[in-house]
């Protein structure tokens, strides 16, 4: 346990951050690698040798015996191959021993990872190389060092190159904006990130009892229990004390690793939580929530709960979630997306939050995609999540300022409104500049901006792939209008500019209620597009708009597009087939053997009451044999049809037909099969299944 005195020695222990580098590295050599670092140079081998010496130093200090290289495949999770430090010696003996070679390079399998096409079972190697970018750290006994990973033809087989290129890119057109409008002093911008996690935690026996979430995430049959979440009584609640064992004790395996933890509290739903941690550079933030979500199940499993990161566990409450607070940082302190005292008059800021307006405006179809999922999709438009619609929340002030902009006219601040609460004891306080709308999609938080879409399992790198590249596009198309103004004429060009883009994008604009019918039918109105799902969207990847983006800023090759469309299909069709083939299994084994067991108890009973007490007698457990019955029939033709359809699925060979299939007739042929089963259920008693219930699961921890 960790002494609050000692966090702040405490905090990054098990990290080979800049503070240790700074302590154990020649002077020349730390030079050298925060050059790399900082502004992208090339790491000679001398400075790898020195760093990985070093490095080995440390970690055997900290009890490592291996190192890894850490990756982030296209499967959606980590990846890592363990090797030791040790060589033998002539005599008999072993050194400890690491090379800067080994720090730079590694070899895994190429070809066993999804690669869409691009690596056959015969073209095995692959390579990881050491990303200095984002820092080493000691788990389980072995020096975790994160890394790209690539074929070995160059192509990315994973999604910290191109979020990486991404940066680069956007950084590189950010600053010869800023160079033009006369901060000549800025060298690079960074992208920032605050992933906010949510999850849920059951008892680890009722998770092991239930087939569905073992092999889906998701539950695929349950009644629902006589109390969900409409008391509105577990959002901020009291946390209970075996949960509140488990969040201390998540922060401190997450303070060790350098992961700034930050905020911890209930969510809606019961059995629903969320972590918050402090703002970090995206690269870092985006490997630091993949770790997070694997500490979350380690340290559940200890504490006998299970953790499910799964977008949507549970039907009729609130699914999770992965909330992306977004910023634009330039190397001299300078928040591009913060209004400061007067939004109106703020040149780089109004510039930046065009180039997102617009950015998400014209991208919004691959913006949909990069968090399309087949559990996502589940959450996404269901009133508890932001629509599939995308649109952009500015909030009242700003969207005073953007009319100003539109009318050609300055903006007038009215200031601070100081916040009175009618109790002369409480303290007075500032409004803030715009309220919060947790139904936006793309929401503007003060400054920042909050993408509310992304899914709670999924990683965050492809969302901030696609939002870097598609601002990184708009600002480049910015400096082209404004290159060849300067002086005074550029400011009346940059107003001029800013009302042409605005006027051309403004329908992505909306503060009001996004899960209204009304709001459907504007959207339509306006043009914005409405992909529910992931096959809908994903046309859209491959245009050539999308190929054109993408390839003109550095961030995938052709090739490497049409691989991910072909992964992103081929993930999504198994991801259902599973779900089918489980479902089916529960159904024929074990809600079929729950209603034989019951039904012969209802008809012994029935029967002897007959007996007793002649006609009449037994009409409850009539009633209820009926009602079974009847439920019965219904499942046998369900369980038919979607055992039809998923052999159909089977046969098919074209990805987005198969996806397609899958997402428009065995999800509603599931969703027919589970009404029945979970109208059965329901007449049930809990100890003639053998899977827990709903209520079971969701209110069993104190």
């Not at 559990?375 to 300022?401: C, K, M, Q, Y």
């Not at 979607?642 to 060979?653: H, I, N, Q």
Request: proline share 4%; net charge negative.
């Amino acid at each position: 346990m960790i002494e609050a005195s000692k966090l702040t020695e405490e905090f990054g222990c098990l990290v080979f951050n800049d503070r240790i580098m700074r302590e154990r590295l020649p002077k020349d050599i730390y030079k050298a690698v925060k050059k790399t670092i900082e502004k992208g140079s090339h790491l000679e081998l001398d400075v790898a040798n020195c760093v990985a010496a070093t490095m080995k130093e440390w970690a055997v200090e900290n009890g490592a015996t291996h190192f890894t290289h850490w990756f982030q495949p296209m499967t959606g999770l980590t990846a890592e191959k363990h090797d030791s430090f040790i060589s033998p010696t002539d005599d008999g003996g072993v050194i400890m021993e690491f090379s800067g070679k080994e720090l730079v390079k590694g070899e895994p399998d190429a070809s066993s990872f999804p690669s869409g096409g691009l690596r056959a079972t015969f073209e095995a190697r692959g390579y990881t190389a050491w990303d200095p970018s984002s820092p080493a750290f000691i788990k389980d006994g072995s020096l975790y060092i994160p890394t790209a990973f690539c074929s070995y033809g160059g192509e990315a087989l994973d999604k910290k190159t191109p979020l990486l290129r991404s940066m680069e890119a956007l950084s590189t057109e950010a600053v010869k904006l800023l160079h033009h409008l006369g901060y000549k002093d800025v060298t690079r911008v960074s992208t920032t990130i605050g992933s906010e996690q949510e999850y849920f935690l059951i008892d680890k026996d009722y998770y092991k009892a239930r087939k569905d979430l073992l092999f889906t995430g998701r539950t695929l049959l349950g009644a629902p229990a006589t109390k969900g979440q409409e008391m509105e009584d577990h959002y901020f609640g009291v946390i209970k004390p075996k949960v509140s064992a488990y969040m201390h004790d998540l922060d401190e395996e997450l303070w060790k690793l350098g992961i700034p933890a930050k905020t911890k509290h209930n969510e809606v739903a019961p059995s629903q939580h969320e972590l918050a941690p402090v703002f970090e550079t995206a690269n870092i933030a985006v490997d630091h929530n993949q770790l997070t979500m694997e500490v979350m199940k380690k340290v559940a499993d200890k504490h006998n709960f299970a953790c499910l990161l799964h977008e949507k566990p549970f039907e009729g409450i609130n699914g999770s979630g992965k909330h992306n607070n977004w910023s634009v940082c330039t190397d001299t302190g300078m928040n591009l997306l913060d209004p400061g005292k007067n939004p109106g008059e703020n040149i780089p800021f109004l510039v930046f939050l065009m180039a997102v307006i617009a950015a998400v405006d014209e991208y919004a179809p691959i913006l949909r995609l990069s968090v399309a999922s087949a559990g996502n999709d589940h959450r996404l438009g269901g009133n508890e999540a932001p629509p599939a619609i995308i649109s952009i929340f500015v909030g009242d002030e700003l969207a005073e300022v953007l009319k100003g902009v539109e009318a050609g006219s300055a903006y007038q601040s009215t200031g601070k409104v100081q916040m009175t609460m009618g109790a002369t004891v409480l303290p007075h306080f500032t409004k803030d500049n715009t309220d919060r709308n947790r139904t936006s999609p793309f929401a503007f938080t003060g400054n920042k901006f909050e993408f509310r879409m992304p899914g709670s399992a999924v990683s965050v790198a492809n969302a901030n792939i696609v939002l870097n590249t598609a601002v990184a596009e708009e600002v480049a198309k910015l400096y082209e209008k404004l290159k060849g103004y300067s002086g005074s004429e550029l400011k009346e060009k940059v107003m001029e500019v800013l009302k042409e883009t605005l006027l051309e994008h403004k329908r992505v604009l909306f503060n009001g209620n996004g899960y209204t019918d009304e709001w459907v039918e504007e959207a339509e109105k306006r043009g914005l597009p409405n992909l529910k799902s992931l096959p809908d969207a994903m046309p859209f990847w491959i245009s050539d708009e999308s190929i054109a983006l993408f390839t003109k800023h550095g961030i995938f090759t052709k090739e490497e597009i049409q691989s991910r469309y072909e992964i992103l299909l081929e993930n999504y069709s198994k991801s259902i087939h599973i779900e089918a083939l489980t479902m089916q299994e529960m159904v024929r084994k074990d809600l079929t053997e729950g209603i034989v067991a019951y039904e012969k108890d209802l008809v012994k009973e029935a029967t002897q009451k007959k007996a007793l007490l002649g006609d009449g007698a037994g009409s409850l457990e009539i009633s209820i044999l009926k009602s079974l019955d009847e439920a019965s029939v219904e499942i046998g033709k369900a369980l038919a049809k979607l055992a039809e359809d998923t052999k159909t699925a089977e046969d098919k060979t074209e990805a987005l037909d198969t996806a397609e299939f899958y997402q428009r007739t065995v999800l509603a042929d599931m969703d027919e099969l589970r009404k029945y089963a979970d109208k059965a259920e329901a007449l049930i008693p809990e100890k003639y299944l053998s899977y827990p219930t709903y209520g079971q699961m969701l209110f069993s921890l104190r």
